[in-house]
Protein backbone atom coordinates (compact mmCIF):
# COMPACT_ATOMS: atom_id res chain seq x y z
CA UNK A 1 0.00 0.00 0.00
CA UNK A 2 1.54 3.36 -0.78
CA UNK A 3 1.24 6.39 1.05
CA UNK A 4 -1.12 9.19 -0.22
CA UNK A 5 -4.96 9.79 -0.35
CA UNK A 6 -7.57 7.78 -2.25
CA UNK A 7 -11.07 7.91 -1.72
CA UNK A 8 -13.08 5.09 -1.09
CA UNK A 9 -17.15 4.15 -0.32
CA UNK A 10 -16.37 6.03 3.38
CA UNK A 11 -14.68 9.10 2.21
CA UNK A 12 -11.22 10.03 1.77
CA UNK A 13 -8.47 8.46 4.05
CA UNK A 14 -4.69 9.04 4.29
CA UNK A 15 -2.42 6.33 4.06
CA UNK A 16 1.13 6.98 5.95
CA UNK A 17 2.23 3.38 6.62
CA UNK A 18 1.03 0.03 7.78
CA UNK A 19 0.79 0.55 11.04
CA UNK A 20 -1.92 3.25 10.59
CA UNK A 21 -3.65 2.07 7.50
CA UNK A 22 -7.66 2.16 8.35
CA UNK A 23 -9.28 2.31 4.58
CA UNK A 24 -11.82 0.01 3.67
CA UNK A 25 -9.30 -1.53 0.91
CA UNK A 26 -10.09 -3.98 -1.92
CA UNK A 27 -14.00 -5.02 -1.95
CA UNK A 28 -15.04 -1.77 0.05
CA UNK A 29 -13.96 0.42 -2.49
CA UNK A 30 -15.92 2.23 -5.81
CA UNK A 31 -13.78 1.50 -8.10
CA UNK A 32 -11.30 -1.62 -6.78
CA UNK A 33 -8.47 -2.78 -8.56
CA UNK A 34 -6.37 -6.27 -9.55
CA UNK A 35 -4.01 -6.44 -6.98
CA UNK A 36 -5.03 -4.09 -4.52
CA UNK A 37 -4.75 -5.68 -0.61
CA UNK A 38 -8.17 -5.77 0.90
CA UNK A 39 -8.41 -4.98 5.03
CA UNK A 40 -12.16 -5.21 5.21
CA UNK A 41 -15.31 -7.25 4.16
CA UNK A 42 -18.21 -5.06 4.40
CA UNK A 43 -21.05 -7.49 5.97
CA UNK A 44 -24.26 -6.28 3.11
CA UNK A 45 -26.72 -7.68 5.48
CA UNK A 46 -27.14 -4.54 7.75
CA UNK A 47 -25.50 -6.16 11.00
CA UNK A 48 -22.32 -4.06 10.65
CA UNK A 49 -20.44 -7.55 11.00
CA UNK A 50 -17.46 -6.25 8.95
CA UNK A 51 -14.35 -8.81 8.68
CA UNK A 52 -10.86 -6.80 9.23
CA UNK A 53 -7.26 -6.50 9.61
CA UNK A 54 -6.06 -4.15 12.22
CA UNK A 55 -2.32 -3.56 13.25
CA UNK A 56 0.66 -4.07 11.17
CA UNK A 57 0.36 -7.21 9.69
CA UNK A 58 2.86 -8.65 6.55
CA UNK A 59 0.16 -10.55 4.73
CA UNK A 60 -3.45 -9.44 3.16
CA UNK A 61 -6.02 -10.77 1.18
CA UNK A 62 -5.94 -9.47 -2.39
CA UNK A 63 -8.99 -8.50 -4.75
CA UNK A 64 -7.75 -10.77 -7.96
CA UNK A 65 -10.27 -10.26 -11.26
CA UNK A 66 -10.53 -12.85 -13.91
CA UNK A 67 -9.78 -15.72 -11.55
CA UNK A 68 -12.86 -18.22 -11.85
CA UNK A 69 -14.29 -17.39 -14.83
CA UNK A 70 -12.95 -14.35 -15.14
CA UNK A 71 -15.32 -12.77 -11.96
CA UNK A 72 -13.41 -10.98 -9.18
CA UNK A 73 -12.60 -12.91 -6.09
CA UNK A 74 -10.95 -12.58 -2.68
CA UNK A 75 -7.23 -14.30 -3.01
CA UNK A 76 -6.06 -15.69 0.72
CA UNK A 77 -2.41 -16.52 0.98
CA UNK A 78 -1.37 -17.18 4.35
CA UNK A 79 -3.36 -14.64 5.66
CA UNK A 80 -6.98 -13.56 7.38
CA UNK A 81 -9.75 -11.31 8.63
CA UNK A 82 -11.62 -11.41 11.99
CA UNK A 83 -15.08 -9.91 12.93
CA UNK A 84 -13.56 -7.62 15.32
CA UNK A 85 -16.09 -7.16 17.86
CA UNK A 86 -18.64 -10.20 16.95
CA UNK A 87 -18.14 -12.31 20.27
CA UNK A 88 -21.30 -14.20 20.43
CA UNK A 89 -23.17 -12.63 17.75
CA UNK A 90 -22.39 -15.84 15.26
CA UNK A 91 -23.67 -18.16 17.88
CA UNK A 92 -26.18 -19.88 15.76
CA UNK A 93 -26.92 -24.01 16.83
CA UNK A 94 -28.99 -23.65 13.31
CA UNK A 95 -27.14 -22.07 10.02
CA UNK A 96 -26.40 -22.30 6.40
CA UNK A 97 -22.89 -20.98 5.54
CA UNK A 98 -21.85 -21.06 1.55
CA UNK A 99 -19.04 -19.95 -0.45
CA UNK A 100 -17.56 -20.66 -3.32
CA UNK A 101 -13.82 -21.57 -2.93
CA UNK A 102 -10.69 -22.40 -5.61
CA UNK A 103 -7.91 -23.42 -4.02
CA UNK A 104 -4.59 -22.66 -5.01
CA UNK A 105 -2.46 -24.40 -3.27
CA UNK A 106 -2.29 -27.98 -1.39
CA UNK A 107 -0.65 -27.55 1.69
CA UNK A 108 -0.69 -31.40 2.81
CA UNK A 109 -2.17 -29.77 6.07
CA UNK A 110 -5.99 -28.46 7.51
CA UNK A 111 -6.88 -25.31 5.61
CA UNK A 112 -9.63 -23.41 7.79
CA UNK A 113 -12.05 -21.55 5.84
CA UNK A 114 -14.45 -20.22 8.11
CA UNK A 115 -13.87 -20.42 11.97
CA UNK A 116 -15.99 -19.78 14.84
CA UNK A 117 -14.74 -21.31 18.52
CA UNK A 118 -13.88 -20.73 21.12
CA UNK A 119 -11.39 -23.86 21.64
CA UNK A 120 -11.37 -26.83 19.14
CA UNK A 121 -14.67 -28.99 20.39
CA UNK A 122 -16.50 -25.38 21.06
CA UNK A 123 -18.38 -23.44 18.08
CA UNK A 124 -18.39 -24.25 14.37
CA UNK A 125 -16.09 -24.24 11.79
CA UNK A 126 -15.86 -25.12 8.03
CA UNK A 127 -12.21 -26.39 6.69
CA UNK A 128 -10.40 -28.67 3.78
CA UNK A 129 -9.08 -31.10 6.07
CA UNK A 130 -5.82 -33.07 5.48
CA UNK A 131 -6.87 -35.35 3.63
CA UNK A 132 -8.70 -33.12 1.07
CA UNK A 133 -12.07 -33.01 2.14
CA UNK A 134 -14.53 -30.62 3.44
CA UNK A 135 -15.05 -31.11 6.80
CA UNK A 136 -17.53 -29.01 9.40
CA UNK A 137 -16.32 -29.15 13.11
CA UNK A 138 -19.70 -28.64 15.04
CA UNK A 139 -18.70 -28.69 18.97
CA UNK A 140 -17.27 -32.04 19.43
CA UNK A 141 -19.07 -33.47 15.55
CA UNK A 142 -16.93 -33.84 12.76
CA UNK A 143 -18.70 -34.16 9.79
CA UNK A 144 -16.62 -35.12 6.76
CA UNK A 145 -17.47 -34.83 2.87
CA UNK A 146 -16.58 -37.68 0.30
CA UNK A 147 -15.00 -35.86 -2.72
CA UNK A 148 -11.56 -34.45 -2.73
CA UNK A 149 -11.30 -30.44 -3.28
CA UNK A 150 -8.71 -30.87 -6.08
CA UNK A 151 -6.25 -27.14 -6.33
CA UNK A 152 -7.69 -24.97 -9.12
CA UNK A 153 -11.05 -26.65 -9.62
CA UNK A 154 -13.99 -23.99 -7.75
CA UNK A 155 -17.06 -25.64 -6.29
CA UNK A 156 -19.82 -24.08 -4.13
CA UNK A 157 -19.80 -25.05 -0.57
CA UNK A 158 -22.54 -25.24 1.01
CA UNK A 159 -22.94 -26.12 5.19
CA UNK A 160 -26.49 -26.99 6.75
CA UNK A 161 -27.25 -26.97 10.59
CA UNK A 162 -30.57 -27.68 10.30
CA UNK A 163 -31.72 -28.68 13.88
CA UNK A 164 -31.29 -32.68 12.84
CA UNK A 165 -28.30 -32.83 10.46
CA UNK A 166 -26.09 -30.58 9.89
CA UNK A 167 -25.21 -31.30 6.02
CA UNK A 168 -22.17 -30.57 3.43
CA UNK A 169 -23.04 -29.65 -0.43
CA UNK A 170 -20.67 -29.10 -3.31
CA UNK A 171 -22.24 -27.82 -6.32
CA UNK A 172 -25.48 -28.51 -4.92
CA UNK A 173 -25.22 -32.39 -4.20
CA UNK A 174 -24.80 -34.09 -1.01
CA UNK A 175 -21.37 -34.23 -0.21
CA UNK A 176 -21.22 -35.67 3.86
CA UNK A 177 -24.09 -35.53 7.02
CA UNK A 178 -24.26 -36.62 10.06
CA UNK A 179 -26.87 -36.14 12.90
CA UNK A 180 -26.77 -32.81 14.88
CA UNK A 181 -27.12 -32.36 18.45
CA UNK A 182 -26.16 -29.79 21.48
CA UNK A 183 -26.50 -26.24 20.59
CA UNK A 184 -23.34 -23.51 19.82
CA UNK A 185 -22.80 -20.94 22.56
CA UNK A 186 -19.38 -19.08 22.01
CA UNK A 187 -17.62 -15.96 22.16
CA UNK A 188 -14.90 -15.34 20.57
CA UNK A 189 -14.55 -13.35 17.26
CA UNK A 190 -15.24 -15.45 14.17
CA UNK A 191 -12.26 -15.42 11.42
CA UNK A 192 -11.93 -16.06 7.41
CA UNK A 193 -9.13 -17.91 6.25
CA UNK A 194 -7.54 -19.17 9.55
CA UNK A 195 -7.71 -21.01 12.94
CA UNK A 196 -9.71 -18.00 14.89
CA UNK A 197 -8.46 -19.18 18.68
CA UNK A 198 -5.78 -18.99 20.97
CA UNK A 199 -3.44 -17.88 17.38
CA UNK A 200 -3.66 -17.40 13.72
CA UNK A 201 -3.17 -21.36 11.52
CA UNK A 202 -4.16 -23.74 9.44
CA UNK A 203 -4.19 -20.98 6.60
CA UNK A 204 -6.91 -20.96 3.53
CA UNK A 205 -4.81 -20.48 0.54
CA UNK A 206 -7.65 -19.90 -2.43
CA UNK A 207 -9.84 -17.90 -3.66
CA UNK A 208 -13.03 -16.68 -2.26
CA UNK A 209 -16.68 -15.37 -4.01
CA UNK A 210 -20.01 -15.33 -2.37
CA UNK A 211 -19.43 -16.04 1.22
CA UNK A 212 -22.53 -15.82 3.13
CA UNK A 213 -23.93 -16.90 6.67
CA UNK A 214 -27.55 -17.16 7.35
CA UNK A 215 -29.06 -17.78 11.13
CA UNK A 216 -30.96 -20.75 10.32
CA UNK A 217 -30.99 -23.47 7.62
CA UNK A 218 -32.28 -23.09 4.58
CA UNK A 219 -34.90 -25.50 3.21
CA UNK A 220 -34.78 -27.94 0.41
CA UNK A 221 -36.25 -24.93 -2.20
CA UNK A 222 -33.95 -22.24 -1.04
CA UNK A 223 -30.62 -24.26 -1.77
CA UNK A 224 -32.04 -25.63 -4.81
CA UNK A 225 -32.95 -22.05 -6.16
CA UNK A 226 -29.64 -20.66 -4.38
CA UNK A 227 -27.57 -23.32 -6.16
CA UNK A 228 -29.36 -23.00 -10.02
CA UNK A 229 -28.65 -19.14 -9.78
CA UNK A 230 -24.61 -19.74 -8.30
CA UNK A 231 -24.14 -22.15 -11.27
CA UNK A 232 -25.32 -20.52 -13.86
CA UNK A 233 -23.34 -17.08 -12.55
CA UNK A 234 -19.80 -18.86 -11.59
Excluded: C, M
Excluded at 28 to 50: I, Q
Excluded at 70 to 99: C, M, Q, W
Excluded at 136 to 143: H, L, M
Aim: hydrophobic share 35%; net charge negative.
Amino acid sequence: EESGTRADSAGSNTLTDNNTVTQNDGVALVDARDGENVRRRVDLSGNAKHAIQTGNVITKPLFVTGSINDKPVIRHNSDYLTFSGEGAGFSFTNFTYLLIYQRTTDTGAVEILFDNRDSAADGFSIQIDANDKVSVIYNAITVTGTTSFTVGVPRIITVVADGTNITIYLNGVQDGQAAQSGSIAETADAGIGARNFTSQTNFAIGDYAEDALWNRGLNAGELNRLHRYLGRKW
